[in-house]
DNA sequence: GTCATGATGGTCT
DNA sequence: GACCATCATGACG
């Protein structure tokens, strides 16, 4: 069975469920407090037939076996010593996934400040980053439920982006056969999207809807 | 403020 | 031993 939570990560393209976190809320609730913040950047990861996928052919390992899992599942892993947080969508064996690049705080701000060790930008601009300052500092949580985990994207709290834009994936390979496909989406101007240029943000509403 | 570079650590061949 | 769904630093302007 479905849950109606799960339903939300299936039944229709990835791309638009990317689009649709936009916007959304995430939080933890960790060992040193609740953290959060509304999502602003994300990435859609279409599977056996993405070649910048993990699971590009077909491929399956111990490490990315989570992407195999649930709708809603949650895909935690490691890259250079940084963790990334990734959502499983699509049903069980379809492994899809959409990968959250950044998140501007709105809970536990000093927390999420402290756990990075930075001030403004720096704490939540990058898919690194934003893990590190919600406090997760493990794969613990890989291949959990997010709707029976302390970390999971709150569906009815959320922000309405004033305008979406969509430019090619960070960091994949681009002379992939898929690397070039515009399948990053990002809130316009808002100041936590990972590579904003100064000039370009929107600090008047950090690009939402008032 | 923008860019290039090296450090990074786990996984897979 | 190579490959990354990254990040912080330090050089320029």
Redesign the pocket.
Known sequence: MVSAYQHFFTDRPTVEIARDLLGKLVCYNGPDGRTGGYIVET?A?LGENDS????FNG?R????AS?YGQPGDI?LY?????Y?F?IVVQDREDPQ?I?LRGIEPAIGIKQMQEH?G?TGV?VSN?????VQALGIHSRDLDGQPMATSPLYVDLNQFKIPREIKVTA?????LHGKDGAKPRRFFVAGNPYV?GM???AMDLEDYGWKD
Do not use: F, W
């Open positions: 990435e990861y910048a996928s993990h699971a491929r390992t111990g490490y990315s992407l895909y490691q890259i250079r010593g940084h990334c990734d996934g990968l990075r930075m720096n990058g898919p690194g980053k934003l994936r960070i960091g994949v390979n990972s240029r100064k000039r």
